[in-house]
């Protein structure tokens, strides 16, 4: 009797901290709002990139954070109301991927950590006071996209000397559409080419613009950096090189049967700001976590499609590709 007593007795304590313990609320696992310009199919791999940035801060989505994802769908006007929508889901950090996201997120809140992806100069944009010292709540990493059209009209002037006509497909709703424009206009100018200005902002605008360029007697054709654009560089490939125009932009252009790719390791960039991301989880304020610029490049050249072209592409362009198509 004494002994089931004294167990009674310890037990009451134990058993009353137990539900004590259970019934006490659980510590809220920390949200990351990830605002996406396109969607999940287009951002694959940098999204395993950003998700490779949190785990080397100790973060796993899931078990130590969880992540609410919007997707615009290439619908950059549905970003600013999407970006509000996450500021009053009260999330922990913002991530924004691609420049329209940023600015959205930017403009939905000043409180709020942004962890951003952008492609263009995010001091010129508005984004940030400087890339050392960011001033704010944003900061990310970024790619001047700016300065990949002067580099791809320099490769094709390398392997197709001849072409004088050359069309520039942009789209009109990316902010930075206009100075990416400005920047190929000043390059063709000097090495006395001629620029076709393409637009196109849905799918359907890109068979009139390559028609349009055909039309006008181009000889290539530069797309411009841009998230709805990068999602279709199959059509824009097919279409392009049908006419017999060749395609110069980023690596998936390249792979997908365009004459050079070239551009940003995009992935890299990813990493960072997931790497960003944690840290702020972690405690640390995005005025002090300097810009991140990516600074290494892909070169893919596509032999099958040169000889196609009739082209023979330069061992100087050769011997700088990162990968060579046969």
């Known amino acids: 009797m004494r002994r089931r007593l ?3 007795a310890l037990g009451g304590p134990a ?63 549905r970003l600013p109301a999407i970006a509000v929508e996450l500021v009053h889901r009260d999330v922990t950090v913002i991530v924004a991927a691609t420049l329209p996201s940023a600015l959205a997120a930017k403009a939905a809140t000043t409180t709020k950590p942004i962890v951003f992806f952008s492609g263009g100069d995010p001091v010129e ?22 300065d990949l059209g002067p580099k791809q009209l320099e490769l094709l ?29 000043d390059a063709a100018g000097a090495a006395g080419k001629r620029i076709i200005a393409l637009e196109a902002r849905l799918a ?14 181009g000889d290539a054709l530069i797309v411009a950096a841009d998230p709805f654009l990068g999602t279709q ?3 824009i490939v097919a279409l392009a090189t049908g006419r017999r125009i060749a395609v110069v932009s980023g690596r998936l252009f390249a792979q997908a049967g365009g004459l050079i790719g070239y551009g940003n390791r995009v992935e890299d960039a990813y990493r960072e700001v997931g790497v960003y991301t944690g840290r702020i989880l972690n405690g640390e ?20 499609t040169a000889r196609a072209l009739g082209l023979t592409i330069p061992p100087s362009i050769l011997a700088r590709a990162d990968e060579v198509i046969e």
């Open 125 to 146: 944009q508005g984004l940030v006071a400087s890339l050392n010292r960011p001033g704010g709540n944003l900061t990310g990493a970024c790619v001047f996209i700016n």
């Open 204 to 217: 359907s605008d890109i068979d009139g613009a390559i028609a349009r360029l055909a039309e006008q007697h």
């Open 15 to 77: 058993l009353a901290a137990a539900r004590a313990a259970a019934q006490a609320p659980q510590k809220r696992m920390p949200v990351v709002g990830f605002l996406g310009a396109t969607s999940p199919e287009a951002l694959q791999t940098p999204l395993v990139a950003f998700h490779q940035g949190l785990a080397q801060t100790g973060h796993v989505e899931g078990r130590d954070v969880a992540i609410e994802y919007r997707w615009a769908q290439e619908q950059y006007d």
């Open 285 to 304: 304020r995005p005025a002090d976590l300097p810009v991140v610029r990516a600074t290494k490049f892909d070169l893919v050249v596509n032999l099958k």
């Open 6 to 8: 004294l167990i009674a």
């Open 157 to 185: 002037h390398e392997a197709a000397p001849g072409a004088a006509a050359i069309g520039f497909l942009a789209n009109p709703n990316n902010p930075n559409a206009g100075q990416q424009l400005k920047g190929m206009r």
């Open 233 to 235: 560089f199959e059509r």
